[in-house]
């Protein structure tokens, strides 16, 4: 029926009166790494569980290579989990855990020594392959269950938060070790998580979710530079909003009148009319905090604003700033590219300039 | 310094009242009913002169056959309970808190009620007169037979009615502890609903299955109210020779040297049981540790 790889075709899932998911619809490519990116309790985990087969949608369908796998059972489907607590069978060994599927398929015996011994030999596992999941620590758990949802090459791997439960050291590890693992395996990686730092390092494509939509699909730097809604731009990263109405168009440009903000002039890209409502969002690094003016080659037309620093937070590889600009609190990012000591600091209660670019700041439209 | 002594103190002090309890009234008795068997007895029900005279007169060509039945029967009565508690003990682990709740009570409920009364309702149900019979009766169940009652069937029958808690319970706990997301998991390998079932959750709550074989098969060992009750002369077990021995013959000895008698062929092949598991969990380090061997071997040569 559709020649995409994995489609979801206006898919909805109602739980007595909460829409989990919500007539959503996307296709993923083959050998993609798909990340479902949202809060907890917007309907990710719902549709993950759907893919593998452990919840039924109440309309829509699923197809996979052009199959339609809505109603088979999880067994039946070539689509593996790795679960968030790891789910590793605690009376086995690790050998055993990963031989699972292989045993199941019936395999023969040479083969599966094979198979379980190469994929232990990548994750590098293979002095373990005797010991139990509760000798293990938290890393190498996660390391047995990717190596066993993966060991009979399923079409799909779907990974739900499987790095939660790793302190923040382990995790940016496991972050690089996921990447190369995905790389080498080719396999589709379906990868759902709350954290916007671990789907914009891995993903190909990310879908932001919201109480069960899609808000915004995109790959990771138009997510982050460019968000469709107000809930896209405040969930990836931080963001300084500035609510208005156009005042003025000229040319590819236009003039912002935000509720208690001197104008701000944005790069209008939507080529929005005068009198629109719009949200603008500039994120905190492209605003720049000096002492001085802006030096004046920057041009006549950036958007400058006085300002007093209210408080600082140094964090080794960048300083944020909260400034007071006419009463509103702007959030800016200072990164430390220079020898930070030998220059004069901007403290508490400092008379500022903040100021950026037009093109720096990213008009979404009000939401209704 | 002190602290691991004051520790290794404190230790004692906690488990002492369990030992003081073991001692008093298991070692202790055990070795008193040991004792029993070596003297002979007199007429008056007292315990005789030391004597080998006992376990000469034990030679009764009766008991071999009895011992074997019992052993029988009470491994029947285990397999039965097994079976119906395991399924059990998934539903009420599966079940949400305010059910678990109710079922589980209402598996304890019959034990308001005593164990004696409990058995007797039994025995008129399975009289030929009884309800149970008529309803056998009406479909044919039984064949030949007119009646249940006095009759092996309804030993174990009433066994399992009787000691299915004691199985379900243990199963029960152990279930739920268990990670019912491993299921979720194996079938997502590739597993079917049972082949889970067997090799993930059977496995995960073995100590469960072990504590709840035990519950029950040691009861059933020296059960006798329910064969003395329902077995009538077609069902006579050791428990029922025990008290014979030791309440109508009045001969205390006698009745020591069959409790010692059955709890050795019970125990000899428990022990087998324990030594050949012994046996396979080294055989298991072994290949473990040849493995290991192996690897490094292997990555050494390599390294050079």
């Not at chain 1, 990963?98 to 094979?114: C, V, Y």
């Not at chain 1, 720049?288 to 400058?304: C, F, W, Y």
């Not at chain 2, 309803?135 to 009433?158: K, M, P, Q, R, W």
């Not at chain 2, 428990?270 to 050949?276: D, K, P, S, T, V």
Request: hydrophobic share 45%; proline share 6%.
């Amino acid at each position: 029926m559709n020649s995409e790889f994995l489609v979801f075709d206006h898919v909805t899932k109602r739980f007595g009166a909460l829409t989990a998911v919500n007539d959503v619809s996307f296709s993923v490519k083959k050998g993609e790494f798909f990340s479902l990116l949202g809060p907890s309790g917007c309907g990710k985990t719902t549709l993950l569980r759907m893919l593998g087969g452990f919840e039924k949608p109440d309309s829509g369908r699923i197809y996979l290579e052009g199959r339609d796998i809505t109603d088979l059972a999880p067994n039946e489907r070539r689509v593996h989990t790795v679960f968030q607590n790891y789910a590793l069978f605690p009376t086995m060994t690790i050998w055993d855990n990963i031989a699972f599927s292989l045993r199941l398929a019936k395999l023969p015996k040479k083969e599966i020594e094979e198979k379980v011994d190469a994929i232990l030999d990548m994750i590098q596992m293979s002095e373990h392959a005797w010991k139990y999941p509760n000798q293990l620590s938290g890393g190498q758990k996660q390391r047995v269950a990717i190596a066993r949802a993966l060991v009979d090459r399923p079409k799909v791997l779907l990974l739900d938060e499987p790095l939660a439960a790793l302190d923040l050291k382990l995790r940016q590890h496991m972050l690089l070790e996921l990447d190369t693992i995905h790389d080498q395996v080719g396999i589709t990686f379906m990868y759902v998580t709350h954290d916007q730092g671990e789907a914009m390092s891995l993903s190909d494509r990310i879908a932001v979710i919201n109480r069960g939509r899609i808000e915004q699909l995109d790959g990771p730097a138009k997510i982050y530079e460019a968000p469709s809604s107000r809930f896209v731009a405040s969930f990836i990263g931080d963001t300084n909003f500035f609510s208005g109405e156009i005042v003025a168009k000229d040319g590819d440009y236009c003039t912002i009148r935000p509720d208690g903000f001197p104008d701000i002039r944005a790069y209008n890209d939507k080529q929005l009319e005068v009198g629109q409502k719009v949200d603008l969002s500039v994120r905190p690094e492209k605003i720049r905090v000096t002492l001085a003016p802006p030096p004046p080659e920057k041009g006549a037309s950036i958007n400058v604003y006085p300002s007093t620093v209210q408080d600082i937070v140094y964090q080794g590889v960048y300083t944020k700033y909260w400034i007071s600009s006419s009463g509103v609190r702007v959030a800016a990012l200072k990164p430390h590219s220079r020898f930070l000591l030998d220059q004069e600091p901007i403290t508490w209660n400092d008379k500022v300039f903040v100021w950026w670019h037009p093109d720096d700041g990213y008009m979404v439209e009000s939401e209704k | 310094m002190s602290s691991p002594l004051r520790s290794r103190r404190a230790e004692w002090l906690v488990t002492a009242p369990s030992f003081l309890w073991l001692a008093l009234f298991f070692a202790v008795p055990a070795v008193i009913v040991l004792a029993f068997t070596f003297h002979g007895h007199d007429i008056s029900g007292g315990v005789g002169e030391w004597s080998l005279s006992t376990w000469r007169e034990l030679v009764d060509p009766d008991y071999p056959a009895i011992i074997w039945n019992t052993i029988k029967i009470s491994v029947e009565v285990t397999i039965w309970s097994i079976v119906l508690a395991v399924p059990c003990a998934y539903a009420i682990a599966r079940m949400n808190p305010r059910w678990r709740a109710i079922v589980a009570g209402s598996i304890m409920l019959p034990f308001w009620t005593s164990f004696v009364v409990r058995v007797f309702a039994w025995k008129t149900m399975l009289h030929p007169d009884g309800w149970l019979q008529a309803c056998c009766n009406l479909f044919s169940i039984g064949g030949g037979h007119s009646t249940i009652l006095d009759s092996e069937a309804a030993v174990v029958l009433v066994s399992v009615y009787s000691f299915l808690p004691f199985a379900i319970m243990p199963l029960y706990t152990a279930a739920e502890k268990f990670d019912f997301s491993l299921l979720e998991a194996a079938r997502d390998l590739g597993a079917k609903n049972f082949y889970a079932f067997r090799k993930i959750f059977l496995p995960g709550i073995r100590q469960g299955l072990v504590s709840a074989v035990l519950m029950v098969f040691i009861p059933a060992i020296g059960s006798y109210v329910i064969p003395q009750m329902l077995g009538g002369t077609n069902c006579v077990l050791i428990g029922n020779k025990i008290f014979m021995r030791a309440i109508q013959n009045r001969n205390i000895p006698h009745a020591s040297a069959l409790a010692t008698v059955m709890a050795v062929s019970v125990l000899i092949p428990i022990g087998l049981a324990m030594w050949w598991k012994r046996r396979q969990d080294a055989r298991d380090r072994q290949r473990l540790e040849a493995q290991t061997a192996k690897l490094f071997t292997a990555e050494g040569g390599a390294a050079k």
